[in-house]
């Protein structure tokens, strides 16, 4: 297969030693079907030890190699030599503090999944421990499509909302409680509700659905913060009515 | 260094981590549990399985079926205790997780749908589309998210154990944003680390899988059991080594030659059958390694295809149609297409076989209990007995769960039994060397490269533990290892920072494959027989009278393992023919 030379523009940052940022440039002999991840690993087993970088699974699961490629949030293991200039620029996942050189340092996005309460919620009993729920393909179908988030938070790293304000509970959040909230298992919406609702929730988006846009997964957070919206409207006028809660 | 005392202490955070971790938050909420991953637990390999998850369902299947099926598969090497424990708990357990929200993918009626798989008589495997191990993962990291209890410690890097006396107290482990270490001491330890797969050049196994408990265990003392048997995967992606799940061919995708000739039926797996009716434990739904022994036969034979990659043979899908592909496999469509540019919708895939799984791990039983008291081990850093010679596909996601909370729960029983065992100056200094060891690290100079001495070892173990093995082989691969193991020595740290520092992690990662790679060179030699995923070419029969017995290698400081044998556990299935011609032969 014909080789090709790319030159990786990539950010380095130590903040043991350096005071901000700065970019070194590697010339890499690409194969033609090389993801970008494959260049990076050229470049730490033949060019740069010192370069660092989260990946692992090398197949689109695992969620662990988010950066920013040519100024979009890419899963490097999925982004492609072939579809990318000679010159390429990499840099961190943007919106979140760089721990060093390629990997950002992810507290708040992993405290904001846990505030969406990501696990089954029961008013009710659930059944014996020998039986399933019986659940349909189209009830399924409904929230599987919100399962599909390997967390990778590249849409933290394209919301506008998030980048004015980290209080925001972001995308993927966002997506997680309504994929529970969406489950036909579960009970537990308006205990999702209070998390989101309030001022860091889905009021707070502007719906240019760039989280949809940059989404490996095709998850579509922005579809479900926006249906998440209407949700939350019908609650709160459900508690504000004689015998709601409030 | 900074302590934390922890009651259990779990080292691994994927599928088995995380189901033992939640098993004490519920049975012992009072029990502090520190939960230690080099990943953030999401990105555990785990991640990685496809298929789906074994466990009995059907009307027309029976815990006996399954207990079959998992010991012939095995070639007779299982304990078979440990698999009547197994199938038992087994459709419990992914219940369990049906509650817990797992997305199965369901039938018309709303139940949970079961797929065909390799070597299993019956309809089994449970599935999530061809994501259950990624389902399975975040259901169990979210569900584990409600506990108070669980306290986690992502991307710490376990480096070593803490013992005294023979007795597990603890693990040292370095936090990778800081660079500092923590000693981590609690009366009960459990390794839930994964696999090696990285001990090998072509592997469906993500960059994590480097064999750090296995290492951490032997190098404390605890054996290493059948590390010779090795699972080559018969479907991975060539170039990538990117796994094509055994599903493709559960739903009916089938494996041809260059001449479009489904060779399997010439390996003792014919008849053929109808392409697109699938018959079960035949042809294509035969073991792993049998598939992937047809391959290399095939390849002797000059039956493949010629890839940019290298030699292949082709997983033809098309017949199942862009629907069901859709439905059913929708992550395999994404991989070929985007990695080897073939839509199985429109055109057969190029295949190869690919290192899998690791048969063999720590010595542990039934209880998770290795030979260390106070440790304990699980899935595939453990070896049971569950999986013998030849794990058959979708019984390791069960066992996970099945072995996590078992596992826990004697753990947490020891842990209140022994109590904290206070400090002790002991205990100090070990954590104190093992520390001392990686600053040593990080500053010896030499000329030996970390990349160089990887790639060394992993094409020594391919040489000579590959699919086929035989002595000159498998001996000149003990001498590799040894050899590399005297020259890690000389490898030089570049990177002298203390934040993530991925060049100091990955050189410890390499002092875990070459402890790991040692054994499985030993074992591979020292077993003078064929059976299951052991291959030997100048050995090709199966001794029952020599060697129906585990191998158990012991590290020695001096050179080369030592190995011992154990007997195997058999309850009720004396050692027979593995058959895998349908129903037509017998």
Known sequence: ?246 | MESIHADVIIVGAGGGGLRAAIAIAQSNPDLKVALISKVYPMRSHTCGAEGGAAGVKGADDSLELHFNDTVSGGDWLCDQDVVEYFVRQAPRELVQLEHWGCPWSREDDGSVAVRPFGGMKKKRTWYAADKSGFHILHTLFQTSMQFESIKRFDEFFALDLLHRDGTCRGVVAMEMRSGLFFKFQAPAVILATGGSGQVFPFTTNGAVKTGDGMAMAYRAGVPLKDMEFVQYHPTGLPGTGILLTEGCRGEGGILVNRHGYRYLQDYGMGPETPIGEPVLKTMELGPRDRLSQAFWHEQKAGNTVETPWGDCVMLDMRHLGEKKINERLPLVRELATYYVGHDPVSDPVPVRPVVHYMMGGIDANINGETPMPGLFALGETACSGLHGANRLGSNSLTELLVAGKRSAERAAEYAQQAGSGGESPAVDALAEDIVKGVRELLLQKGDESLSGLRREMRNALEEGAGIYRDEASTSAACDTVAELKQRYAAIEVHDKSNIFNTDLQQALELRNLLDVAETVAEGSLQRRESRGAHQRLDYTERDDEEFLKHTLAFRNPEGRPRLEWLDVTITRSKPGVRDYSGDKKS
């Open chain 1, 1 to 246: 297969m014909s080789k090709r030379e790319l030159t990786l523009e990539v950010m380095r940052y130590d903040p043991e030693q350096d005071t901000e940022p700065y970019f070194q440039s590697y010339s890499v002999p690409c194969e033609q079907d090389w993801a970008i991840l494959d260049a990076l690993n050229y470049v730490k087993e033949e060019i740069d030890t010192t370069l660092s970088y989260r990946w692992s699974c090398h197949m689109m699961v695992c969620g662990s190699c988010g950066m920013m490629v040519n100024g979009e949030p890419s899963l490097t293991c999925k982004t492609f030599v072939r579809d990318l200039p000679d010159h390429v620029r990499i840099e961190p996942l943007a919106n979140m503090p760089i721990e060093r050189d390629l990997v950002v340092v992810l507290d708040d996005p992993m405290e904001k999944m846990h505030r969406a309460r990501p696990w089954i919620i029961r008013q009710d009993d659930p059944p014996p421990p020998d039986q399933e729920y019986v659940q349909s393909r189209a009830a399924l179908f409904k929230f599987k499509q919100y399962t599909m988030c390997v967390n990778c938070m590249c849409c933290y790293s394209a919301c506008p909302q998030y980048a004015l304000d980290q209080n925001f509970i972001g995308p993927a959040a966002l997506a997680l409680a309504h994929r529970y909230n969406l489950d036909s298992r579960d009970q537990g919406k308006s205990q999702r509700l209070d998390i989101l609702a309030d001022y860091d929730g889905v009021w707070e988006c502007s719906f240019v659905g760039a989280c949809s846009e940059v989404c490996p997964k095709s998850v579509d957070p922005a579809a479900a913060i926006q249906q998440m919206k209407v949700d939350g409207a019908i609650e709160w006028w459900k508690q504000k009515l004689p015998g709601g809660k409030s």
